[in-house]
């Protein structure tokens, strides 16, 4: 957007057009008693030219490097020119849910077409259009599984991520629906004996993060088995949603309802979002899943056309009846991901997906090599942790000399740090890592 300052003369203007004398005037209906009556704590105004300086000058301080083997929830891929070229076309770039849908049926297609090679890629029965992300997307299963079965509990194990249990805890503390945690193993899996026990007590899901916050893979055959033998419903979470480039899609185990972040499908890391949330069900749950779902029919004419087929929001329904009040998708990052998807293809995809996978245990393989150990045992995909021999701050400095980013420590856990290696990181920034932490 160009600079370009209002003079008093264009201020005359407007209020002689509006009728008013002055800005306060735009105000009158804000109580007086709550007006901020100082001026605000701004720096003084800066001229066109020293604004670009500025913002370039914060750009640069924010231009990181590309030597990330950060994960926990955010990873670093590579984004095809594609998608960043077809979301600057006017026509689409909005992030918003239309209130005409069936006025907009280019942006309905492209929800439709996101809903189909989501179910295609996970094999569920049903899509939703879209939720704001993995975290959100999570809680909103539970919610989901809560009006299924009514009995007022959920398992969590205790390897879920983090800043995921904080968004559950903060969506379920008014809904008095108790949180049962269940443990994990020396292989950072689940410990399937003791949610045995726990499952003997009636609950309304059970929730599996897989790969989990140390990046292991859980045992989703023996887990579905277990879980639909209870009674309860098998939630799925995937936050590395490229894994299932190699991973047999989840409905196939039995799963409920899936809930995945989408970031890996052509989003930048951006410093936390926005992402993306997706959310599958099975057919017979379709009327319990929150947010849009986007139809195909045919028009009067008999032409192919698409139709927001359901919205079960308190604005569109009655509030009492509403799944969520969730008020609008994630249009525009689900369209990033339909690109991303439709740009790679299936065998890019997995050919992807095959490279995280031999990069992250090739670097897992170095370490071994130089006696450090792996924290846990649990088979991986692209993310594993590693016990080292230093504390946080001696890691961040080694690695800070090669500029790289990497190790996040996990609570609980001394010297212990998750890594996440994708296609952006060569074998020689495997290398320079190990040097670092050897020689540093």
Same mark, same amino acid.
């Given at each position: 957007?160009?600079?370009?300052?209002?003079?008093?003369?264009?201020?005359?203007?407007?209020? /002689?057009?509006?009728?008013?004398?002055?800005?306060?005037?735009?105000?009158?209906?804000?109580?007086?008693?709550?007006?901020?009556?100082?001026?605000?704590?701004?720096?003084?105004?800066?001229?066109?030219?020293?604004?670009?300086?500025?913002?370039?000058?914060?750009?640069?301080?924010?231009?990181?490097?590309?030597?990330?083997?950060?994960?926990?929830?955010?990873?670093?891929?590579?984004?095809?020119?594609?998608?960043?070229?077809?979301?600057?076309?006017?026509?689409?770039?909005?992030?918003?849910?239309?209130?005409?849908?069936?006025?907009?049926?280019?942006?309905?297609?492209?929800?439709?077409?996101?809903?189909?090679?989501?179910?295609?890629?996970?094999?569920?029965?049903?899509?939703?259009?879209?939720?704001?992300?993995?975290?959100?997307?999570?809680?909103?299963?539970?919610?989901? &599984?809560?009006?299924?079965?009514?009995?007022?509990?959920?398992?969590?194990?205790?390897?879920?991520?983090?800043?995921?249990?904080?968004?559950?805890?903060?969506?379920?503390?008014?809904?008095?629906?108790?949180?049962? /945690?269940?443990?994990?193993?020396?292989?950072?899996?689940?410990?399937?004996?003791?949610?045995?026990?726990?499952?003997?007590?009636?609950?309304?899901?059970? @929730?599996?993060?897989?790969?989990?916050?140390?990046?292991?893979?859980?045992?989703?055959?023996?887990?579905?088995?277990?879980?639909?033998?209870?009674?309860?419903?098998?939630?799925?979470?995937?936050?590395?949603?490229?894994?299932?480039?190699?991973?047999?899609?989840?409905?196939?185990?039995?799963?409920?309802?899936?809930?995945?972040?989408?970031?890996?499908?052509?989003?930048?890391?951006?410093?936390?979002?926005?992402?993306?949330?997706?959310?599958?069900?099975?057919?017979?749950? @379709?009327?319990?899943?929150?947010?849009?779902?986007?139809?195909?029919?045919?028009?009067?004419? &008999?032409?192919?056309?698409?139709?927001?087929?359901?919205?079960?929001?308190?604005?569109?329904?009655?509030? /009492?009846?509403?799944?969520?009040?969730?008020?609008?998708?994630?249009?525009?990052?689900?369209?990033?991901?339909?690109?991303?998807?439709?740009? @790679? &293809?299936?065998?890019?995809?997995?050919?992807?997906?095959?490279?995280?996978?031999?990069?992250?245990?090739?670097?897992?393989?170095?370490?071994?090599?130089?006696?450090?150990?792996?924290?846990?045992? &649990?088979?991986?995909?692209?993310?594993?942790?590693?016990?080292?021999?230093?504390?946080?701050?001696?890691?961040?400095?080694?690695?800070?000399?090669?500029?790289?980013?990497?190790?996040?420590?996990?609570?609980?856990?001394?010297?212990?740090?998750?890594?996440?290696?994708?296609?952006?990181?060569?074998?020689?920034?495997?290398?320079?890592?190990?040097?670092?932490?050897?020689?540093?």
């Amino acid at each position: 957007m160009k600079y370009i300052p209002l003079t008093e003369e264009d201020k005359r203007k407007m209020f /002689e057009e509006m009728g008013i004398t002055s800005i306060s005037s735009l105000f009158s209906d804000i109580p007086e008693e709550i007006l901020l009556k100082r001026k605000l704590n701004l720096p003084p105004a800066l001229s066109e030219k020293e604004i670009v300086s500025l913002i370039k000058r914060t750009f640069k301080e924010n231009d990181l490097t590309e030597r990330i083997f950060l994960g926990g929830g955010a990873y670093f891929h590579f984004i095809p020119s594609t998608i960043n070229y077809l979301l600057e076309r006017g026509e689409i770039y909005t992030s918003y849910t239309p209130y005409q849908p069936e006025m907009s049926q280019g942006l309905l297609q492209a929800m439709f077409e996101f809903q189909s090679v989501m179910s295609d890629l996970t094999h569920a029965d049903i899509t939703n259009a879209s939720m704001y992300d993995g975290a959100s997307a999570l809680a909103e299963a539970i919610l989901m &599984g809560e009006r299924i079965n009514k009995k007022g509990k959920v398992v969590l194990p205790k390897n879920l991520n983090p800043q995921y249990r904080e968004v559950i805890e903060t969506y379920l503390k008014p809904r008095n629906i108790e949180i049962i /945690e269940v443990d994990f193993t020396e292989e950072g899996r689940i410990d399937i004996e003791k949610l045995k026990s726990i499952l003997k007590e009636e609950v309304s899901s059970v @929730v599996v993060q897989s790969p989990n916050y140390f990046g292991v893979i859980e045992d989703l055959n023996k887990l579905g088995k277990i879980i639909k033998d209870s009674g309860a419903l098998f939630i799925l979470s995937i936050i590395e949603a490229l894994s299932l480039g190699i991973i047999k899609p989840p409905f196939d185990f039995g799963v409920d309802i899936l809930a995945m972040e989408g970031q890996s499908f052509g989003m930048p890391l951006s410093f936390g979002g926005p992402y993306l949330g997706i959310l599958q069900t099975k057919k017979e749950y @379709v009327r319990q899943i929150p947010g849009r779902i986007v139809g195909e029919t045919v028009d009067k004419n &008999g032409k192919r056309c698409f139709v927001m087929t359901l919205r079960p929001r308190e604005q569109d329904i009655r509030r /009492e009846k509403a799944t969520s009040n969730i008020c609008s998708n994630h249009a525009l990052k689900a369209l990033v991901a339909l690109v991303y998807l439709a740009t @790679v &293809g299936p065998r890019g995809f997995k050919k992807i997906a095959e490279i995280n996978y031999k990069k992250a245990h090739y670097l897992a393989k170095r370490f071994n090599d130089e006696g450090f150990k792996l924290t846990f045992s &649990g088979p991986f995909f692209n993310e594993f942790a590693v016990n080292l021999p230093f504390d946080e701050n001696e890691l961040r400095e080694k690695l800070s000399l090669v500029d790289i980013y990497g190790g996040i420590p996990i609570e609980g856990y001394k010297n212990s740090y998750l890594f996440a290696v994708t296609e952006m990181n060569s074998l020689e920034d495997i290398e320079l890592l190990m040097c670092a932490i050897l020689e540093g």
